[in-house]
Antibody, heavy 120, light 107 residues
């Protein structure tokens, strides 16, 4: 069973770049069975898909965030990462990493989430 | 941009049946997924591909689809089912979208 764990700074200044890493255990990030994704949830609000990546490096981004988002995979560390540039207070949210199994394409394993606050 | 519309809240008494709807123009062509989220926890997938139930999810959770609306049905609701529920699908370009969420209250 996959386990995912987010890590990264909990506080980012406006206009800077938010960087988070998701460490995967219980399976290989190079597996063709999964896509890997990032989802966020502002406090008290709903879920928003940020983007996803396949082990091959193919990426898929939410058009509303595409100009600021980069998702990458580090197979040597069994990790994938999120970078979100030029952040504002509106980017304050709990950020989740999750896996999508290619057979059902639902987000079936999630990290616990990490709160990132954008503030000076 | 594409939107999935859910009712903000649904209330039901224990043992009754709860139905949560999700509407979207692309739903006839795109699968829907349902997630349960309890306070302070990550979401949990409860239904995939409109009506399939992942292993470990109780049989009282079921999903159905009709035209532009998909429905999550929880039969014999229990107190532990009180949570926020989100539908998720994709638009015609493959962009993943979540509904706004429905708060299920067990009276």
């Amino acid at each position: 069973q996959l386990q995912l764990q987010e890590s990264g700074p909990g506080l980012v200044k406006p206009s800077e770049t938010l960087s988070l890493t998701c460490t995967v255990s219980g399976g290989s990030i190079s597996s063709s069975s999964y896509y890997w994704g990032w989802i966020r949830q502002p406090p008290g609000k709903g879920l928003e898909w940020i983007g996803s990546i396949y082990y091959s490096g193919s990426t898929y981004y939410n058009p509303s965030l595409k100009s600021r988002v980069t998702i990458s995979v580090d197979t040597s560390k069994n990790q994938f990462s999120l970078k979100l540039s030029s952040v504002t207070a509106a980017d304050t949210a709990v950020y989740y990493c999750a896996s999508l199994t290619v057979t059902n394409l639902g987000f079936d394993y999630w990290g616990q989430g990490t709160l990132v606050t954008v503030s000076s | 941009s594409y939107e999935l519309t859910q009712p903000p809240s649904v209330s039901v008494s224990p043992g009754q049946t709860a139905r949560i709807t999700c509407s979207g123009d692309a739903l006839p062509k795109q699968y829907a997924y349902w997630y349960q989220q309890k306070p302070g926890q990550a979401p949990v997938l409860v239904i995939y591909k409109d009506s399939e139930r992942p292993s470990g999810i109780p049989e009282r959770f079921s999903g159905s689809s009709s035209g532009t609306t998909v429905t999550l049905t929880i039969s014999g609701v229990q107190a532990e089912d009180e949570a926020d529920y989100y539908c998720q699908s994709a638009d015609s370009s493959g962009t993943l979208v979540f509904g706004g969420g429905t708060k299920l209250t067990v009276l």
